[in-house]
C-alpha cells in the first residue's frame, strides 16, 4: 500500500497567493482529516470528512481557508489569499472507518512557507 | 473541554538510559490511546496503541506503553534508548461517543534527544 500521498511536498509562495494542498487517502478509507502543525500551537485539526463529507470544520482558521473532497480518493485544502502566518506543515491522515476504535494514517505533509 | 497534557517537553538522554514520557488526559468516558512518532523532517508513525485489554502495549522499536486508567494516563517507555530514537514523540486520545467520529487529541508534543 502507498500510504496516504501529499502534494506538494513543498510550496513556497508570495502573501496574496492562493495555495491548493491536495491528498490522496489510503485506498479503501473512510475517513480523512487535515492537521496544521506549528511551533508555536503543535498539531491542530482543521476538518476532517467521512465519506466524504465534511463532518467538523470548526478548526479552520477562517474564511481564507476551505477544503473538498469530491470523491473517495482526493481531498485538496485551499488557501485564498495566503499570508506568513499560514506558513507550517500540513498533513493529511486518513482512517479505514468511520469512528472510535479505528487507527488514524498520516501522510508526508506539505510545508508551507508564505513570504 | 478535554485535553492531553504532556508533561515533559524536552528530555535529553544518553544512550541506553531509560525512558519515560508521560501522559495525562481528561475525560471520564472511554478512550482510546496512541503514541505517534515524528523523526526530523518526517511525518507521524504510529508508534503504539491501546483500544482495550491488557493494559501494557508493546509497539515498534522496543516502546511500551501503560494504560493506568484510575490516573488517566497512558506513559510511554523504553528500557534502553538509541541515538535513533531523537525524535519528536505524540500522545493521542480518541474519544467515545457520536459526536466524536474518531477525532484524535493530541497532547503538545515531548522531544527526545539522545546523546550517543
Known amino acids: 500500500d502507498a500510504g496516504v500521498i501529499q502534494s506538494p511536498r513543498h510550496e513556497v509562495t508570495e502573501m496574496g497567493q492562493e495555495v491548493t494542498l491536495r491528498c490522496k487517502p489510503i485506498s479503501g478509507h473512510n475517513s480523512l482529516f487535515w492537521y496544521r502543525q506549528t511551533m508555536m500551537r503543535g498539531l491542530e485539526l482543521l476538518i476532517y470528512f467521512n465519506n466524504n463529507v465534511p463532518i467538523d470544520d470548526s478548526g479552520m482558521p477562517e474564511d481564507r481557508f476551505s477544503a473538498k473532497m469530491p470523491n473517495a480518493s482526493f481531498s485538496t485544502l485551499k488557501i485564498q489569499p495566503s499570508e506568513p502566518r499560514d506558513s507550517a506543515v500540513y498533513f493529511c491522515?486518513?482512517?479505514?472507518?468511520?469512528?472510535?476504535?479505528?487507527?488514524?494514517?498520516f501522510g508526508p505533509g506539505t510545508r508551507l512557507l508564505v513570504l | 473541554a478535554q485535553s492531553v497534557s504532556q508533561h515533559n517537553h524536552h528530555v535529553i538522554l544518553s544512550e541506553a538510559a531509560s525512558l519515560e514520557l508521560g501522559c495525562n488526559y481528561s475525560y471520564g468516558g472511554t478512550v482510546n490511546l496512541f503514541w505517534y512518532v515524528q523523526y526530523p523532517g518526517q511525518h507521524l508513525q504510529l508508534l503504539l496503541k491501546y483500544f482495550s485489554g491488557d493494559p501494557l502495549v508493546k509497539g515498534i522499536k522496543g516502546f511500551e506503553a501503560e494504560f493506568i486508567k484510575s490516573k488517566f494516563s497512558f506513559n510511554l517507555r523504553k528500557p534502553s534508548v538509541q541515538w535513533s530514537d531523537t525524535a519528536e514523540y505524540f500522545c493521542?486520545?480518541?474519544?467515545?461517543?457520536?459526536?466524536?467520529?474518531?477525532?484524535?487529541?493530541f497532547g503538545q508534543g515531548t522531544t527526545l534527544q539522545v546523546k550517543p
Open positions: 493521542a486520545v480518541m474519544l467515545d461517543g457520536s459526536s466524536n467520529t474518531g477525532k484524535l487529541i
Open positions: 491522515a486518513s482512517m479505514p472507518g468511520q469512528g472510535f476504535g479505528e487507527t488514524q494514517y
